[in-house]
DNA sequence: TTTAGCACTCATAATAATAGAGTGCTAAGC
DNA sequence: GCTTAGCACTCTATTATTATGAGTGCTAAA
């Protein structure tokens, strides 16, 4: 009785749904009494101990019902829920994203609204955009703003101090320069060819060409870094068991800073799809009592970006999974068309 | 005995310093044991039911000290606090900042690590904004970023979609226009003259001037919504004592809404000073046991916008409260200084 | 006017008793 | 051999009971 057979695969899931249901242990009585599975509690508490003996389940004290442990939840998430899954209600956008930006604020606020748990959104990673476009603002005698637009539609801006007066035209000089050379190339290419031309550049005394070269780099630097939209965390404070006060400080620390979470996201865009990270597979955020389920989106078939959910461990999958699908879905599409040329 | 004579406000202030020292209700032998007032728990007791009768403590239960109300840290604050204030431990101000904004971004998070409470700053009020600058930037055939530039050099970028391209000429056509015609007038003439000259160019048919102006018109309104910067609110999660949980909800609800908390500051930023507000003053920010210590800042003279510090009522306003006010000179030096020119 | 003394109150902590949920095991039933 | 009824057992959660002690309010004396 080492592998698992369809009883145990049945009870297993029995205990995981209602403990998501209801939030408590669940005893051998609540799943003869709940499910259609047919068997007395005697029988459902052998097949329990079994699966407490495999690692599935586990005991808060004796006289208690069966809670699942990350296994469980884990064989749950990737075995059991197939047949669960509920079909995604439809999502209520509201009007007409002004730009990449905003459809992806929309994106974790929606997250956040139709779960009550955190939703997340990592906007299309720097090393993934193509230069597009940089346009200098003169704002005062010796201060620059540059506007950098990346093909995804994502804007940065960055102020600049400059150690003498430049005039309108030397800006769009420079500006027109760096889009010639650089317009279309992916951002990683975009650092290298600026380092190589800031070499071959140094030996001459070309004072415009030096800076809208360094201008350059510096905006697309700035723009690196990567961006992420986090809404709703306060559903937390309402969902989270307040029995381990610390994880929650830890937690809310990680929303606030953001960067643990950037990290995680980031990485879970490498591989596309939905993935599902359990209890302390986020040991990062600080929390061993949440799970995150992310899923990539796409631009030109390639992930670009992540969103997800974040929630408490017996968060509602069945649900929470097909709602991020979707979502990743539309931004994918959302992605495609703004790349395809203006709306409409 | 209904006015305050000195040894009720020894005894207050007493009452007021402990319980914000040591957290907990202060008895009459604490204060005989801790202060200098020389006089026996009796006598101390006697004071304090007056005070009590007085409305400035107050009694969890009968077997417990005192510990100050509403009124009693109103009063304190107000007429007690003078020469306990403590002096400013030196600022230790980030490298340069890149401009207003991130100046601002900074004095939050100075003051929310010096604090260890939360945070705040207001940005300058968009009505008392002065238009600078505004330019045109064509991203895609009829896609166009405007970038709005007030005199105190906050920026605003709002997008557009037109219903026909635009030439790089036209743009600047019509920025042109605009920095011309409304170049150093306060924001909320801009707007009147807008609507005014739009009403004046209806007959013409002249497309881009009616555009340009309604590219103006939104784009002010959209940067008029109000700019807040909030750090530390996991601090509160440390500080606030959990036996009222659904006020800490409501408070972090608020704080992720930010709304509420706008509109306090704003309303701050009416009159000049520091200002504290305590306990259930701050009901529109669905607390009642927090106190909000703000200050405006000023530019020219008069005061542009509001920077604060959130935490518990008995935070400890000896040294929030200065800090606060050096924040906010510092940031109106800043504000001064840069309105004086560039730097350097 | 101040203070020592003392009875009184009430929250908090510690202890004990009870109820109930759920288990594990055993032996009987199909 | 699998299933199930029965039962003793365990452990939590609830409630009741009883100290403990901090701090008060009042009175009477200094």
Redesign the pocket.
């Known amino acids: 009785m080492d592998t698992m057979n369809d ?1 145990l695969r049945e009870v297993l899931k029995s205990v995981v749904v209602y403990h998501i249901r209801l939030g ?9 009494k709940l499910s259609e599975i ?12 079994d699966l ?1 003996e495999l690692g599935y389940l586990m ?8 809670v699942p442990t990350e296994k469980g939840y884990r064989f749950y998430v990737d075995q059991l829920l197939g047949d669960l899954l509920e079909p995604v209600q439809p999502i209520n956008w509201p009007s007409r994203p002004e730009g990449p930006a905003d459809m992806l604020h929309n994106a974790s606020r929606l997250l956040s609204h139709m779960t009550n748990y955190a939703g997340v959104a990592l906007a299309p990673k720097p090393a993934q955009r193509t230069f597009k476009q940089i346009e200098f603002v003169g704002l005062r005698p010796r201060q620059v703003l540059a506007i950098f637009v990346s093909e995804e539609g994502l804007l940065h801006q960055t102020l600049f101090e400059l150690d003498r007066d430049v005039t309108v035209n030397e800006l769009s000089a420079m500006s027109e320069y760096l889009n010639q050379r650089f317009g279309g190339l992916p951002l990683h290419k975009v650092k290298a060819q600026i380092l190589e031309d800031m070499r071959a550049v140094k030996e001459r005394y070309d004072w415009l060409l030096r800076h809208a070269l360094q201008l350059g780099q510096q905006a697309i630097d700035t723009a690196a870094e990567g961006e992420l939209y986090l809404e709703g965390t306060t559903n937390i404070l309402t969902q989270a068991n307040f029995d381990d006060l610390d994880e929650l400080k830890r937690l809310f620390k990680a929303f606030e800073e953001k960067y643990q979470l950037l990290k995680i996201l980031e990485q879970c865009a490498e591989t596309p799809g939905v993935q599902v990270y359990i209890g302390s597979e986020n040991a990062a955020l600080g929390t061993r009592t949440c799970s995150l389920v992310a899923s990539t989106y796409e631009c030109d078939g390639r992930p670009i970006g992540s969103v997800g959910v974040i929630g408490p461990t017996r968060m509602d999958y069945s649900t929470v999974i097909p709602l991020v699908q979707s979502i990743a879905q539309q931004l994918s599409r959302f992605f495609g068309e703004w790349r395809e040329g203006p709306a409409r």
Chains 1, 2 share one sequence.
């Open positions: 009883r408590v242990p669940i005893g051998s009585r609540t799943i003869t047919g068997l007395s509690p005697a029988t459902i508490r052998n097949v329990m101990a407490e005991h808060p004290h004796t006289s208690a019902g069966r």
